[in-house]
Protein backbone atom coordinates (compact mmCIF):
# COMPACT_ATOMS: atom_id res chain seq x y z
CA UNK A 1 0.00 0.00 0.00
CA UNK A 2 1.27 3.41 -1.19
CA UNK A 3 0.93 6.29 1.76
CA UNK A 4 -2.08 7.95 -0.50
CA UNK A 5 -3.62 5.16 -0.19
CA UNK A 6 -3.08 5.27 3.25
CA UNK A 7 -4.72 8.69 3.44
CA UNK A 8 -7.06 7.56 1.17
CA UNK A 9 -8.64 4.82 3.49
CA UNK A 10 -8.48 7.09 6.49
CA UNK A 11 -10.13 9.84 4.71
CA UNK A 12 -12.53 7.67 3.45
CA UNK A 13 -12.86 6.38 7.46
CA UNK A 14 -13.77 10.23 8.89
CA UNK A 15 -17.40 11.42 9.39
CA UNK A 16 -18.51 14.86 9.18
CA UNK A 17 -21.54 16.38 11.32
CA UNK A 18 -20.91 13.35 13.52
CA UNK A 19 -22.14 15.44 16.59
CA UNK A 20 -25.77 16.27 15.07
CA UNK A 21 -26.15 19.89 13.92
CA UNK A 22 -28.20 22.93 15.69
CA UNK A 23 -31.65 24.00 13.94
CA UNK A 24 -31.27 27.25 11.44
CA UNK A 25 -34.02 28.98 10.64
CA UNK A 26 -32.68 31.73 8.20
CA UNK A 27 -36.40 33.30 7.88
CA UNK A 28 -35.69 34.24 11.80
CA UNK A 29 -32.43 35.89 10.95
CA UNK A 30 -31.76 39.24 12.32
CA UNK A 31 -31.54 42.20 9.81
CA UNK A 32 -27.79 42.40 10.20
CA UNK A 33 -25.20 40.04 10.41
CA UNK A 34 -23.53 41.14 13.30
CA UNK A 35 -26.16 40.17 15.44
CA UNK A 36 -26.78 36.89 13.79
CA UNK A 37 -22.76 36.04 14.88
CA UNK A 38 -22.90 37.30 18.02
CA UNK A 39 -25.92 34.75 18.29
CA UNK A 40 -23.87 31.99 17.06
CA UNK A 41 -20.95 32.55 18.22
CA UNK A 42 -22.41 32.76 22.37
CA UNK A 43 -23.85 29.49 21.20
CA UNK A 44 -20.62 28.06 19.95
CA UNK A 45 -19.15 29.08 23.56
CA UNK A 46 -22.02 27.27 24.99
CA UNK A 47 -21.55 24.10 22.92
CA UNK A 48 -18.28 23.77 24.27
CA UNK A 49 -16.22 24.69 20.84
CA UNK A 50 -12.99 24.54 21.46
CA UNK A 51 -11.54 28.10 20.51
CA UNK A 52 -14.42 29.18 18.70
CA UNK A 53 -12.53 32.57 18.28
CA UNK A 54 -9.81 31.22 15.98
CA UNK A 55 -10.45 32.61 12.51
CA UNK A 56 -8.49 32.31 9.23
CA UNK A 57 -7.46 35.55 7.65
CA UNK A 58 -7.17 35.31 4.40
CA UNK A 59 -5.23 38.14 1.87
CA UNK A 60 -3.47 38.49 -1.18
CA UNK A 61 0.22 40.01 -2.40
CA UNK A 62 0.52 42.02 -4.97
CA UNK A 63 0.26 39.58 -7.95
CA UNK A 64 -3.44 38.34 -6.24
CA UNK A 65 -1.93 35.27 -4.97
CA UNK A 66 -3.42 34.83 -1.49
CA UNK A 67 -2.13 33.13 1.99
CA UNK A 68 -4.12 32.49 4.91
CA UNK A 69 -3.01 31.83 8.13
CA UNK A 70 -5.25 31.64 11.74
CA UNK A 71 -5.26 34.90 14.50
CA UNK A 72 -7.37 34.78 17.32
CA UNK A 73 -10.49 37.31 16.66
CA UNK A 74 -9.78 40.49 19.25
CA UNK A 75 -13.00 41.83 19.50
CA UNK A 76 -16.69 42.47 17.45
CA UNK A 77 -17.66 45.45 17.37
CA UNK A 78 -20.48 47.61 14.60
CA UNK A 79 -16.64 48.39 12.68
CA UNK A 80 -16.67 44.80 12.02
CA UNK A 81 -13.97 41.62 13.43
CA UNK A 82 -10.87 43.02 15.18
CA UNK A 83 -7.36 40.74 15.41
CA UNK A 84 -3.82 41.99 16.11
CA UNK A 85 -0.55 41.38 14.89
CA UNK A 86 2.51 42.81 13.17
CA UNK A 87 2.68 44.89 10.42
CA UNK A 88 5.91 43.78 9.22
CA UNK A 89 4.47 40.03 8.85
CA UNK A 90 3.16 38.35 5.27
CA UNK A 91 -0.14 40.00 6.40
CA UNK A 92 0.69 42.85 7.30
CA UNK A 93 2.70 43.65 4.52
CA UNK A 94 0.21 41.95 2.27
CA UNK A 95 -2.29 44.75 4.13
CA UNK A 96 -0.59 47.66 3.51
CA UNK A 97 -1.24 47.07 -0.10
CA UNK A 98 -4.29 45.33 -0.28
CA UNK A 99 -6.73 46.10 2.37
CA UNK A 100 -9.11 43.02 1.10
CA UNK A 101 -9.57 40.52 3.58
CA UNK A 102 -11.34 37.48 4.11
CA UNK A 103 -12.15 35.63 7.48
CA UNK A 104 -13.44 32.34 8.46
CA UNK A 105 -14.55 30.53 11.06
CA UNK A 106 -15.05 27.04 11.24
CA UNK A 107 -17.20 25.44 14.29
CA UNK A 108 -17.12 21.95 13.41
CA UNK A 109 -18.59 20.54 16.14
CA UNK A 110 -22.07 22.41 15.55
CA UNK A 111 -21.50 22.08 11.46
CA UNK A 112 -21.23 25.92 11.62
CA UNK A 113 -18.81 28.23 8.97
CA UNK A 114 -18.83 31.99 8.82
CA UNK A 115 -17.49 33.70 6.08
CA UNK A 116 -16.50 37.26 5.90
CA UNK A 117 -15.17 39.31 3.13
CA UNK A 118 -14.26 43.06 3.70
CA UNK A 119 -11.39 45.89 3.88
CA UNK A 120 -9.11 45.09 6.50
CA UNK A 121 -8.53 49.06 8.46
CA UNK A 122 -5.71 49.59 10.67
CA UNK A 123 -6.59 51.08 14.01
CA UNK A 124 -3.83 53.50 14.42
CA UNK A 125 -0.79 53.73 16.69
CA UNK A 126 -2.32 54.81 19.56
CA UNK A 127 -5.01 52.14 19.44
CA UNK A 128 -2.40 48.96 18.51
CA UNK A 129 -0.21 50.55 21.35
CA UNK A 130 -2.78 50.41 24.04
CA UNK A 131 -3.96 46.88 22.39
CA UNK A 132 -0.28 45.69 23.14
CA UNK A 133 0.00 46.65 26.52
CA UNK A 134 -2.95 45.03 27.79
CA UNK A 135 -1.77 41.64 26.37
CA UNK A 136 -0.30 39.19 28.60
CA UNK A 137 3.69 39.18 29.34
CA UNK A 138 4.55 36.48 27.09
CA UNK A 139 2.72 37.63 24.33
CA UNK A 140 4.22 40.97 25.02
CA UNK A 141 8.10 39.77 25.14
CA UNK A 142 6.95 37.65 21.62
CA UNK A 143 5.22 40.86 20.00
CA UNK A 144 8.24 43.26 21.30
CA UNK A 145 11.23 41.70 19.18
CA UNK A 146 8.60 40.96 16.31
CA UNK A 147 10.19 39.87 12.90
CA UNK A 148 7.39 37.50 12.25
CA UNK A 149 7.42 35.54 8.95
CA UNK A 150 11.25 36.16 9.01
CA UNK A 151 13.54 33.58 8.02
CA UNK A 152 14.91 31.99 11.56
CA UNK A 153 18.37 30.72 11.97
CA UNK A 154 17.94 28.52 15.07
CA UNK A 155 15.13 28.35 17.36
CA UNK A 156 17.92 29.61 20.08
CA UNK A 157 17.46 32.61 18.64
CA UNK A 158 14.18 33.23 20.13
CA UNK A 159 14.87 32.11 23.43
CA UNK A 160 18.44 35.09 23.32
CA UNK A 161 15.90 37.44 21.68
CA UNK A 162 13.27 36.59 24.60
CA UNK A 163 15.43 37.58 27.25
CA UNK A 164 16.45 40.66 25.92
CA UNK A 165 12.56 41.88 25.49
CA UNK A 166 12.10 40.54 28.69
CA UNK A 167 14.32 42.60 30.21
CA UNK A 168 13.59 45.62 28.30
CA UNK A 169 9.66 45.10 29.51
CA UNK A 170 11.39 45.22 32.84
CA UNK A 171 12.35 48.52 33.27
CA UNK A 172 9.65 49.95 30.60
CA UNK A 173 6.51 47.58 31.40
CA UNK A 174 4.17 50.37 28.78
CA UNK A 175 6.93 49.33 25.71
CA UNK A 176 4.75 49.08 22.74
CA UNK A 177 6.66 48.22 19.39
CA UNK A 178 6.29 50.50 16.47
CA UNK A 179 4.68 47.50 14.16
CA UNK A 180 2.44 46.14 16.47
CA UNK A 181 -0.74 46.39 14.37
CA UNK A 182 -4.75 46.11 15.62
CA UNK A 183 -6.73 45.90 12.40
CA UNK A 184 -10.58 45.99 12.15
CA UNK A 185 -12.04 43.72 9.19
CA UNK A 186 -15.17 45.72 8.18
CA UNK A 187 -17.93 43.50 5.85
CA UNK A 188 -19.55 43.93 3.13
CA UNK A 189 -19.95 40.51 2.92
CA UNK A 190 -21.02 37.83 5.48
CA UNK A 191 -22.63 34.48 5.05
CA UNK A 192 -23.86 31.87 7.36
CA UNK A 193 -23.42 28.18 6.48
CA UNK A 194 -25.11 25.54 8.53
CA UNK A 195 -24.46 22.06 7.89
CA UNK A 196 -26.54 19.48 7.51
CA UNK A 197 -25.60 15.42 8.13
CA UNK A 198 -28.62 15.18 4.82
CA UNK A 199 -26.70 17.37 3.05
CA UNK A 200 -29.25 20.04 3.01
CA UNK A 201 -26.95 22.44 4.12
CA UNK A 202 -28.72 25.95 4.29
CA UNK A 203 -26.49 29.07 3.28
CA UNK A 204 -27.43 32.47 4.13
CA UNK A 205 -25.50 35.55 2.68
CA UNK A 206 -25.51 38.85 3.97
CA UNK A 207 -24.51 41.93 1.35
CA UNK A 208 -23.90 45.93 1.31
CA UNK A 209 -22.38 48.11 -1.26
CA UNK A 210 -19.95 49.79 1.67
CA UNK A 211 -20.20 50.58 4.85
CA UNK A 212 -23.31 53.38 5.09
CA UNK A 213 -25.36 50.94 2.94
CA UNK A 214 -28.01 48.89 4.48
CA UNK A 215 -27.45 45.26 4.81
CA UNK A 216 -29.63 42.95 1.77
CA UNK A 217 -29.44 39.48 2.46
CA UNK A 218 -30.51 35.93 0.56
CA UNK A 219 -30.00 32.50 0.39
CA UNK A 220 -27.48 30.30 -1.78
CA UNK A 221 -27.54 27.26 -3.27
CA UNK A 222 -25.26 25.17 -1.21
C1 LIG B 1 -4.81 29.21 17.30
C2 LIG B 1 -3.85 30.20 16.68
C3 LIG B 1 -3.94 31.54 17.03
C4 LIG B 1 -3.07 32.47 16.48
N1 LIG B 1 -3.25 33.80 16.77
C5 LIG B 1 -2.48 34.73 16.17
C6 LIG B 1 -2.73 36.12 16.38
O1 LIG B 1 -3.69 36.52 17.07
N2 LIG B 1 -1.91 37.01 15.76
C7 LIG B 1 -0.87 36.61 14.94
O2 LIG B 1 -0.15 37.46 14.43
N3 LIG B 1 -0.63 35.31 14.71
C8 LIG B 1 -1.41 34.35 15.29
N4 LIG B 1 -1.18 33.01 15.05
C9 LIG B 1 -0.06 32.65 14.14
C10 LIG B 1 -0.50 32.83 12.67
O3 LIG B 1 -1.29 31.72 12.27
C11 LIG B 1 0.70 32.97 11.70
O4 LIG B 1 1.59 31.88 11.85
C12 LIG B 1 1.50 34.26 11.92
O5 LIG B 1 0.64 35.35 12.20
C13 LIG B 1 2.35 34.59 10.70
O6 LIG B 1 1.54 34.69 9.56
P1 LIG B 1 2.01 35.43 8.23
O7 LIG B 1 3.45 35.00 7.98
O8 LIG B 1 1.10 34.94 7.15
O9 LIG B 1 1.90 36.90 8.46
C14 LIG B 1 -2.04 32.04 15.57
C15 LIG B 1 -1.95 30.69 15.22
C16 LIG B 1 -2.85 29.79 15.75
C17 LIG B 1 -2.75 28.34 15.31
Given at each position: M????????LLRGLPVFAAGTPPFDPDTAPEDPLDLFRSWFAGAVEAGVPEP?????ATADGRGVPSARVVIMKDLSARGWWFATTTTSRKGRELARNQGAALTFHWKEQGRQVRV?????HAGAEASAEDFRRRPLESRVAG?????????DELAEI?????????RLE???????DDWGLYAVVPHEVEFWQGDPDRR???????RPDADSAWERG????
Open positions: TNDDSIRDHAMVVRGVAELHGRQSEPLDRAAGASREHAPDLAPHVRLRYELLWP
